[in-house]
């Protein structure tokens, strides 16, 4: 596909997904026949003809983008910097501590993806046992493919932090349009959490893309499907503003149908079946998201976490 120099489109192309253009963003199947806007940290106001066209064009199951709170859509969060001035004044006082203990014990340093396949790998296996929860990124073959797509594609940056020499934590940056950096990837040791290096990680790699790249901004993540209380905390704590914005889900008529019979006692008992397939997770909190979509915002103007 022809398209200006963009690493986050490539890193995805490479990757495998499928990558199209339309009139307001790029998008990429997150799952098959399920597009997600990019960048993440973009949000987007597609008409309805554009939703439509999207989805009988590209004969899809399903489309989500983030959008205004004035949209149509359901609750949901970014969580952003753009302080380029960024420093422990950002961080609350026990973050700040935090930090400070983690930069003693850990040496914050860019990694190679050929390193990471291997010792990356375990870091993925470990934060998704300790999450009790199923991921693509524990899965060998598919983390291989991702480091090499990751290598191979200008504009994709890993970062580690090593605790007497062993790899505790690290995160994959990938510069997206309008010289925001999105981190996509950030996964830790159980063993060495003790030790802080996720503190000690986010604060060095957030210094270093501000005043060393002099990027615009970093998204630390667009809202999840799932519940992710405890990681926005961390992030609010650690300087970054978690702002509330809308997600719409856009279905296919034949998958409005198909879910008009799946009620909730159906879903908790799919849930309950499949508590830590990724899969089955990911369709049982769209469908329930889905049903939240309104263009009511029962939220203040300025509501949001630093």
């Known amino acids: 596909m ?7 489109v490539e890193f995805f192309e490479r990757l495998g997904h499928k990558v199209i253009r339309s009139e307001n963003a790029w998008w990429y199947d997150a799952a098959p026949q399920v597009l997600l ?17 999207l989805l009988h064009k590209h004969k899809l199951r399903a489309l989500r983008y983030p959008t205004t709170l ?20 950002n961080l609350h006082q026990k973050a700040r501590n935090q930090t400070r203990r983690g930069l003693e014990n850990c040496v914050i340093e860019a990694v190679d993806f050929d390193y990471l396949i291997e010792h990356g790998l375990l870091l993925n ?10 991921s693509q990124y524990a899965n060998a073959a598919y983390w291989k493919k991702y480091c090499q797509a990751a290598q191979a594609t200008p504009g994709v940056s890993a970062w580690g932090a090593f605790v007497e020499g062993k790899l505790a934590s690290f995160l994959v940056s990938v510069e997206a349009e309008g010289n925001w950096r999105e981190w996509i990837v950030n996964h830790s040791s159980t063993e060495l959490r003790n030790k802080y290096p996720n503190n000690a990680l986010v604060f060095t ?8 790249e002099q990027c615009e901004g970093i998204c630390y993540g667009l809202g999840s499907l799932e519940d992710t209380t405890y990681l926005d905390h961390f992030k609010g704590r650690m300087g970054w503003t978690v702002q509330l914005i809308k997600q719409r889900i856009a279905f296919s008529r034949g998958m409005r149908c198909a ?31 889905y049903r939240q979509q309104s263009y009511d915002v029962c939220v203040a103007e300025n509501n949001q976490v630093k």
């Open 37 to 53: 806007s990019l960048p993440y940290y973009k949000l987007i106001e597609p008409s309805e003809e554009e939703v439509d066209e």
């Open 259 to 289: 879910f008009a019979l799946a009620r909730e006692p159906f879903l908790k008992v799919l849930g309950g079946f499949f508590p830590r397939s990724y899969t089955v997770r990911k369709a049982v909190s769209m469908i329930r998201l």
């Open 125 to 134: 296996q470990d934060t998704a046992k300790r999450q009790g929860r199923q």
């Open 2 to 8: 022809k398209h200006e120099s963009n690493p986050m």
């Open 205 to 212: 790699a957030a210094q270093h893309f501000f005043q060393k």
């Open 70 to 89: 004035e949209s149509y859509g359901f609750m949901s969060n970014i969580t952003v910097n753009t302080d380029k001035k960024y420093d422990m004044s």
